[in-house]
């Protein structure tokens, strides 16, 4: 019976593995996620793999002869546990091929940005419950919040999700 299992891929590899193992006559699955580059003219958006070193493989174990894709290049090696290679539900396959759009690009869910003055408090860590002022986001899903400390204003990194509307 076909069922979705996981492929570790070297380092970059991801496109590369996937096309060794379509040759081989695989079925298989890269989800792609868009991003911007900093080095890119005017943040151009370029797609990336949704998880770094990971494929997903559509096989038979019984019958397909899957060991063949520990010596693809490009694979490190299928994801097992003890002798057998450890299976991937489907519904996590069709739940990232929903989410697709037209161009197979993966979109996640935005969280709704903070506006700039907006009373904050981080939700979890050290400085849990610490009220702050939203000031503005970074590019690594970060934001920078205005906190008081000894007296004045302190700009921090925390990330997004850190964070909640004061109550």
């Given at each position: 019976?076909?069922?979705?299992?996981?492929?570790?891929?070297?380092?970059?590899?991801?496109?590369?593995?996937?096309?060794?193992?379509?040759?081989?006559?695989?079925?298989?699955?890269?989800?792609?996620?868009?991003?911007?580059?900093?080095?890119?003219?005017?943040?151009?958006?370029?797609?990336?793999?949704?998880?770094?070193?990971y494929i997903f493989?559509?096989?038979?174990?019984?019958?397909?002869?899957?060991?063949?894709?520990?010596?693809?290049?490009?694979?490190?090696?299928?994801?097992?546990?003890?002798?057998?290679?450890?299976?991937?539900?489907?519904?996590?396959?069709?739940?990232?091929?929903?989410?697709?759009?037209?161009?197979?690009?993966?979109?996640?869910?935005?969280?709704?940005?903070?506006?700039?003055?907006?009373?904050?408090?981080?939700?979890?860590?050290?400085?849990?419950?610490?009220?702050?002022?939203?000031?503005?986001?970074?590019?690594?899903?970060?934001?920078?919040?205005?906190?008081?400390?000894?007296?004045r204003q302190v700009?921090?990194?925390?990330?997004?999700?850190?964070?909640?509307?004061?109550?």
């Amino acid at each position: 019976m076909m069922h979705w299992y996981v492929v570790y891929t070297k380092a970059g590899q991801e496109r590369l593995a996937e096309g060794n193992l379509r040759a081989q006559g695989f079925e298989t699955y890269l989800p792609r996620l868009a991003s911007r580059r900093k080095d890119a003219p005017r943040g151009a958006e370029v797609t990336v793999p949704m998880f770094s070193r990971y494929i997903f493989v559509r096989i038979d174990v019984d019958a397909a002869p899957w060991r063949s894709i520990n010596g693809t290049f490009g694979v490190s090696n299928i994801v097992s546990f003890g002798e057998r290679p450890a299976r991937l539900p489907d519904a996590v396959i069709t739940e990232l091929r929903s989410r697709e759009d037209d161009d197979g690009i993966v979109r996640l869910p935005t969280v709704a940005p903070f506006r700039p003055g907006e009373s904050l408090e981080i939700s979890e860590g050290p400085l849990s419950e610490v009220r702050c002022l939203y000031q503005a986001r970074t590019s690594q899903e970060r934001g920078i919040v205005l906190m008081s400390l000894l007296g004045r204003q302190v700009p921090v990194r925390v990330r997004q999700e850190k964070l909640r509307r004061a109550s």
